[in-house]
């Protein structure tokens, strides 16, 4: 796996992949990797004739207060892990690689990256879709892969994409989970073990209100509130927000006829954590 530590490293790969006409896939990451990044990784190799991923923590993305100081760094157990995967370059920039001094232009995706997280977390999706645009500006990347864990996320990204022509196609993978249920996250690292027996309400709640959309049940609001209810039976006290959306675009919808998403975000101690589950409708 070759290493590339600057915009002009970077820019020699990307030139020499595009004289031999390969095909490049892209798996941006804040690092602390796990499956689930991984998984991004392998499937990129299947379908990619070249992969590079990118280890950046975007200081943008965080919020005051937020745990960008002690989000888990871990760059050479990543670096093995990713060649394992069967990753072929890793962009590593630094801050001034990414923002030129002076930088002023910000990517904003509205009012998408204000609903959800967005609502919890002003300015994230402005740090995220900026920081993926100029990544996707230097990567140049035919294919670009993320995870639906982060559903929001990847609405916005795809949103941005179409919405300012970028020549890339997003693909959103499955999320990877602990056998427990518990989806895979580099915030995990901060749960205590009975934090990370209190994390499963999370899968729990989806798993229940999945049942009870099999079952017939099609309220969105009555969904909700089923979800609500069982994050608190755990003693899950602090959440953000339980939102039944129209899948792929998150609008908003009370009845639906066809699976929608459930999303969650809500605190167990002092981590956040998110979780989502497509419901489907069943026979
Ligand atoms: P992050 O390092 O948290 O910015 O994540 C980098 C990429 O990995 C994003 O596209 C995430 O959605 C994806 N990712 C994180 N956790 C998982 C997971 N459990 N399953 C699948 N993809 C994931």
Known sequence: MELLNTREELRRWVEQHRREGLITGFVPTMGALHEGHLSLVRQAARTCDRVIASIFVNPTQ?????????????????????????CHALFLPGVADIYPPGQQTMVR???????LC???????FQGVATVVAILFNLVQPRF????????????????????????????GLPTVRDADGLALSSRNAYLSPPERAQALALSHALKAAAAAVRNGE????AVESL???????????RIDYVAVRRAGTLEAVERFSEAPVLLL????????LIDNMILSLGK
């Open 144 to 171: 670009a892969f993320f995870g639906n864990k982060d559903y929001q996320q990847v609405a916005v990204i795809r949103r941005m994409a179409a919405d300012l022509a970028m020549p890339v196609e997003i693909v």
């Open 227 to 237: 979800a609500r209810q069982v994050l608190t039976d755990h003693g899950v006290e």
């Open 62 to 86: 965080f919020g005051p207060g937020e745990d960008f100081d002690r989000y888990p760094r871990q760059e050479a157990q990543d670096r093995a892990l990713l060649e394992q995967a069967g």
């Open 109 to 115: 995706v509205e009012p998408l990256g204000s609903e």
């Open 265 to 272: 975000a809500a605190h167990v101690g002092k981590t956040r």
């Open 218 to 221: 099609r309220d969105g609001k």
């Open 118 to 124: 967005g609502a919890f977390r002003p300015g994230h």
